[in-house]
């Protein structure tokens, strides 16, 4: 890097805007920092089609990048379906079970990773192109899927450019069950072993994370951070001065929400029997509503099972009014006098919808097993209410302490949680990191190593 040049980061998220997945959020405030920070910013992610056609959109979310990043958008076809049936080959119109076969093996072969290995040739051909026109100083790969972690070993090894890796889920960890996926000795975990050995760090969510990993791989642990989840000060700003809710508590009842993905092992059930328990010991808790927003699910139609649940608490004031764009998030909070976090259990996960709820300064039910990493977010917190075990009875019982609490709250109260949790906001969390691979950049450019020359993807990339 030469005096006076602007850092060049290359950012690889296969999710961003404007996909509308759970890790967008986290690729695009990181994204966002280090291009406020100075940096010249170029994104790797894939086609707008994937997203229009598979997982969903937010176009509103385009406007909040930064407007100097450089988006490049590196074609990709998901196995799961191609919707132009005139792109389907010969093969495949003759037998789609074959040709979905030949193809999962075909991708596996590119990159160890169901679904998204082969995506590695065009990731690989956009990387040396994007380098090529305009020499990059670091690469962070935000992961899953654990092949955006490529490019950064692939100019490591090309040009000698320091990688991060940052994982914002696990590639072998399964965090609910709390074991290693597959067998130590196979092919992609000798390739993670591999990447993060030649990191120059490694982001994990939360501590438990990280220190999992630093027992499984501690070649080079010693760079191994924790890098949280965050909310933004943008963000945050929209309830500066949030005023109690003028209404009659018994009259007018309360709104408790929840905003985010409703998925995988999440106590929806023992919550919604919980809120009918309530309703039954309160009269404002009947008088209440409760309000999904958000996915039902990952994918663009919403989970059939999860609104067959919701169906059956229809008549206790229970609905769901659909998708919230990430421009809209702050106005559906303030529809809210009490937020619901409904989490699966697990030391290991991490919710990022806790840190926006912390921001807001409402008070916060929740609904999960004590053993889930966001309780170690929230302890200390006032106007916090928390389960001791998953179950109905348990429900009932910290959804009427919160309303209680919600239907006396007033604005000093609300003020006085946003000032607790300002050191959970993303330029705490980002500050040290940046300041930190600024360094690490700059002493790389002291030694004034010129980019190598080289051709697209090759099979040298494979591990065995």
């Not at 919600?406 to 990191?433: I, V």
């Amino acid at each position: 890097m030469t005096v006076g040049k602007r850092p060049h980061l290359l950012y690889v998220a296969w999710g961003f805007p404007p996909s509308r997945s759970a890790g967008v959020y986290r690729a695009l405030a990181t994204a966002n920092a280090f291009a406020r920070s100075g940096w010249e910013v170029t994104v790797l992610t894939a086609s707008r089609e994937v997203f229009e056609y598979q997982t969903g959109t937010d176009t509103e979310l385009e406007k909040a990048v930064d407007p100097t990043i450089h988006v490049v958008r590196v074609p990709f076809s998901w196995i799961r379906g191609e919707p132009d049936l005139s792109n389907w080959s010969k093969l495949r119109v003759a037998s789609n079970l074959l040709w979905t076969h030949l193809r999962a093996r075909k991708d596996w072969l590119e990159f160890p990773e169901a679904v998204y290995g082969g995506w590695r040739r065009e990731l690989i051909n956009a990387t040396n192109i994007v380098h090529k026109e305009k020499p990059v100083d670091l690469v962070i790969g935000s992961a899953n899927p654990n092949v955006d972690f490529l490019p950064g070993w692939h100019l490591h090894r090309k040009s000698r450019v320091p990688y991060v890796m940052d994982y914002r889920d696990t590639w072998h960890l399964d965090v609910y069950a709390d074991r290693r996926i597959g067998s130590p000795r196979s092919r992609s975990v000798r390739r993670e072993r591999q990447l993060l050995k030649q990191s120059v760090e490694a982001w994990f969510v939360n501590g438990a994370i990280c220190d999992w990993h630093a027992r499984e791989y501690p070649e080079n642990s010693k760079n191994y951070h924790v890098v949280a989840n965050a909310f933004e000060e943008e963000f945050a700003s929209n309830f500066v001065g949030l005023q109690s809710p003028a209404k009659d508590a018994l009259g007018d009842g309360l709104v408790f929400g929840y905003l985010g993905t409703i998925y995988g092992p999440m106590p929806l059930k023992e919550t919604l029997e919980g809120w009918r328990k309530a309703r039954q010991k309160s009269r404002l808790v009947a008088a209440s509503r409760l309000v999904i927003r958000g996915r039902l699910g990952h994918f663009t139609e919403p989970d059939p099972k999860v609104l067959a649940i919701l169906s059956e608490y229809r008549n206790d004031q229970v609905s769901y009014e659909g998708p919230v764009s990430k421009t809209d998030v702050a106005a559906v909070y303030k529809q809210f006098d009490a937020l619901l976090l409904i989490l699966g259990r697990s030391k290991y996960v991490t919710s990022g919808k806790v840190f926006e709820y912390a921001a807001t300064g409402l008070p916060i039910t929740s609904l999960h097993h004590p053993e889930t990493a966001t309780t170690e977010v929230l302890s200390g917190r006032e106007d916090w209410f928390p389960m001791q075990e998953v179950n109905a009875d348990e429900a009932c019982r910290v959804l009427l302490a919160t309303a209680e609490r919600a239907a006396e709250m007033t604005a000093a109260d609300y003020a006085k949680n946003q000032q607790w949790a300002l050191h959970l906001s993303r330029g705490k969390q980002l500050e040290q990191p940046i300041k930190r691979l600024a360094e690490i950049v700059k002493k790389d450019g002291d030694q004034c190593v010129p980019p190598l020359e080289f051709s697209s993807s090759s099979e040298s990339d494979h591990i065995s």
